[in-house]
């Protein structure tokens, strides 16, 4: 049975290989779009789930798909990944001095039972107050287009934040706990 990611994200890809799992790549095409941005788990957990779908449809039946969607939520409201530097600037901004939520919803399908799981981590980060300098340095120094919220934790400059909780992993986009927990829930075996 293979497994296949329906993410090209290499954040993802490494925390599968970390978990010693051999699996293929093929990048989930559906529009991401949310019809508004005020945050619930079931807006998270559909998204997953439709980008898992989309795979399914294109892959043999001897396969489990694993998908997921990461969100950063400030005050109820999505972060979503910013469109310009303009936008980073100003997400960033929002989060200075301030503690936010990272939520991964994360769906696992098995094509040959159709079995499904799903399951959603929640991570909080308290960022220290952020000056214009600091954000624009981390602007123009990494690529926050790409991210939800505009930053990655994994390569935030030291003075960035003040503390975190829950899993680390799950802030970067994929809390092991719950890959694991979904692909025992479809069959799929582990320690292969």
Avoid: W
Avoid at 23 to 42: A, C, M
Avoid at 73 to 78: M, T
Avoid at 84 to 102: D, I, P, Q
Avoid at 121 to 129: H, I
């Amino acid at each position: 049975m293979k497994l296949i990611l329906a993410s090209n994200s290499p954040r993802r890809k490494r925390i599968l290989t970390d978990l010693g799992l051999k699996f293929e790549v093929i990048p989930s095409n559906y529009d991401e779009k949310l019809p508004d941005d005020v945050f619930s788990y079931e807006k998270i957990e559909d998204l997953a789930t439709q980008k898992c779908l989309d795979v399914v449809r294109r892959v043999d039946k001897d396969s489990v798909v694993l998908a997921a969607d990461t969100v950063v939520v400030l005050h109820n409201k999505i972060l979503g990944k910013p469109h310009s530097k303009e936008e980073a600037f100003e997400m960033l901004k929002e989060l200075s001095g301030a503690t936010h939520s990272v939520v991964t919803s994360t769906c696992a399908i098995n094509t040959k039972t159709n079995r499904a799981a799903l399951l959603s981590t929640t991570s909080y980060v308290r960022f220290n107050e952020l000056t214009d300098y600091m954000i624009h340095y981390y602007i123009d120094t990494y690529n926050p287009l790409d991210k939800a919220g505009s930053y990655g934790i994994q390569e935030l400059p030291p003075n960035f934040i003040d503390k975190y909780e829950g899993s680390f992993e799950n802030i970067v986009g994929l809390a092991p706990e719950a890959v694991k927990a979904v692909l025992e829930q479809v069959g799929y075996p582990i320690n292969q």
